[in-house]
């Protein structure tokens, strides 16, 4: 079982790169989410979207855009990378009621 | 004050030791609490879901007092592999996002 698919896994890029992260998941959840995290720190929310083409701002949104492409799909893009962006990213997804996330085994983004 | 607090740790223990972890909320409207346990940049994984009163599965139990807004996760006969960052984790109903606390670090040491 698939679960929560997350690429690439590991990423270099130069500063005033951009690039997209992509998420897929094959659990038929209507919520899906991208955290960062820093080393050291807890999961901060940057977007999600809880449904298909609805999306909405988390804690840290800026220097980020997300696409829910379909129900499956949640892709978050850098327009032009900072250092300050180089984290640990991980996708999330949901199902209604009281279910818990599942989580993508995580994007190791370094910025230069 | 933050909407999910938990002991700030580190948890230093020998093995086979019983170590309880303890979490507190604010959002009297949580309707649901999980514990993720999280190894060093690794991502979550679920560990336990809390619906009502509490769960158990085999080493671990987990107890919520919705009077008190307090979440408990204990641990019994600890094992090195249980070494990791416990994640405290509410979410109030649907439409809402979930909390995370900042996660309680345990060592279980040889």
């Known amino acids: 079982n698939a679960g929560v698919t997350q690429t690439p896994k590991f990423q270099v890029l130069k500063t005033g790169q951009s690039m997209t992260l992509q998420c897929a998941q094959d659990m038929n959840h209507n919520s899906m989410y991208w955290y960062r995290q820093d080393p050291g720190m807890g999961l901060r929310l940057i977007y999600y979207?809880?449904?298909?083409?609805?999306?909405d701002k988390g804690e840290v949104p800026n220097g980020y855009n997300v696409s829910r492409l379909n129900k499956r799909e949640f892709s978050l893009r850098l327009e032009s990378a900072a250092p300050s962006q180089t984290s640990v990213y991980f996708c999330?997804?949901?199902?209604?009621?009281?279910?818990?996330?599942?989580f993508g085994d995580g994007t190791r983004l370094s910025i230069l | 004050r933050k909407e999910v607090e938990q002991d700030p740790g580190p948890f230093n223990v020998p093995e086979g030791a019983t170590v309880a972890f303890n979490c507190t909320y604010s959002?009297?409207?949580?309707?649901?609490f999980f514990w993720y346990r999280q190894d060093c940049r690794k991502e979550p994984k679920l560990l336990m879901s809390v619906y009502s009163s509490g769960n158990e599965d085999g080493r671990f139990t987990a107890q919520l007092n919705r009077a008190s807004q307090y979440i408990s996760l204990l641990i019994r006969d600890s094992k090195l592999s249980d070494s990791a960052t416990y994640l405290c984790?509410?979410?109030?109903?649907?439409?809402?996002?979930?909390?995370f606390g900042p996660g309680t670090r345990l060592s279980v040491l040889p």
């Open positions: 979207s809880a449904s298909e083409g609805t999306t």
């Open positions: 999330a997804s949901s199902g209604d009621g009281l279910e818990p996330q599942h």
């Open positions: 959002n009297s409207a949580s309707q649901s």
């Open positions: 984790v509410g979410r109030p109903h649907y439409g809402q996002n979930f909390v």
